[in-house]
C-alpha cells in the first residue's frame, strides 16, 4: 500500500496553513432536527454533505462521530465513507471519532478498518480507548505507523465520569492519565516536526499544570463553544503545549446550518480567535 507522509507531519503543516480549528461533524437527531432535516438516511445524507462543502476546504480537520451514522446501518456508512473521501480531497484531514479500544485480533481489525490505506473508511487518524491497557493499542500503533496515519488516545476527558478512572493513581505514584501522556511521548520520541500519536485532553479541564503535556504530538481538545470552553482558555489549560493543540468546536459551528455561507463564517470566527489566543500566548 502506499505510505503517506507521517501524519504528524501533515498536521503540523495543515495547522499552521489553515489554523488549527477541527469541526466536529455530529448529525445527532436534534441537531438534523433544528436545521429542518428528517432523522433518516436523506437527512443525515444532507447534513454531512452540507458541512463538508462548507468547511473542509478551509479547516485543518474535520472530525466524524463514527456513531451517529452506525445508527443507520450500512446506508448510514455509506454516507460516512463518502463524507471522508470528500473532505479529504478538499484538502481537510480526517479524524475519525470512533474511540476503539479492544485486544488481539478485534483490536487489528478495528485498526484494518479505519487505518488501512486502502480501507473503505480510511482516516487520517481515529481516536481510541486504552483501558484494555495501553498495550492492546498495539495492532493500531503499528497499522498507523505503516500507512502514515495517526491516533488520539483518551487521555484526560472532558466528561466528569472519566476522572474516576483517569485521575486513577496507580502504584507507582502516577495518574492513570498521566500514564498514557507518557506512552505517548515515547512513542513520538526524536519524531519532527511533531509526532503522530496524539491525546484526547478536554479543554474544559481547567489547570492542568500537574499533567505533562509535553507528549510532542498534538492534544485534540473537546470542548469549545457549546461545552463551555472558549478560545481565550487555551493558553491557560495547556500551558506550553498550546501550540500542538487541536482545538474542537461541533455545536458552536453547526447550529448555524444550513446555510453555507453562516457555516463558514462560524468556522472562521473560531479559527481566527483560536489562532490569535495561540498567538500571544
Partial sequence: MTVLEPFGARLRR????????????????????????????????????????????????????????????????????????EARAAGALVVMDAKR???????????????????????????????????????????????????????????????????????????VGATMLAHLAAENAAEEPLGSFGAVVGATLGDLSSYDLAINGPLLAPGIGAQGATPADLPRVFGAAVRNVVPNVSRGVLRHGPDLGALRASADRFAEEIRSAVAES
Fill in 101 to 175: 479500544g479492544d485486544i488481539g485480533s478485534t483490536m487489528a481489525a478495528y485498526a484494518e478498518s479505519f487505518l488501512h490505506k486502502d480501507a473503505p473508511l480510511f482516516s487520517d487518524a481515529l481516536t481510541v480507548s486504552p483501558y484494555l491497557g495501553y498495550g492492546s493499542l498495539k495492532p493500531a500503533v503499528d497499522m498507523a505507523r505503516e500507512s502514515g496515519a495517526g491516533l488520539f488516545v483518551l487521555a484526560l476527558t472532558s466528561n466528569p465520569e472519566g476522572g474516576e478512572v483517569q485521575h486513577a493513581v496507580r502504584a507507582d505514584g502516577r495518574t
Fill in 14 to 85: 495543515a495547522m499552521d496553513e489553515r489554523g488549527p480549528l477541527c469541526v466536529g461533524i455530529d448529525p445527532h437527531a436534534s441537531l438534523l432536527a433544528e436545521w429542518g432535516l428528517s432523522d433518516d438516511v436523506a437527512g443525515l445524507e444532507r447534513f454531512t454533505r452540507t458541512v463538508v462543502e462548507a468547511v473542509a476546504d478551509r479547516v485543518a480537520v474535520l472530525k466524524p462521530q463514527s456513531a451517529f451514522f452506525e445508527r443507520f446501518g450500512s446506508r448510514g456508512v455509506a454516507v460516512l465513507e463518502k463524507a471522508v473521501e
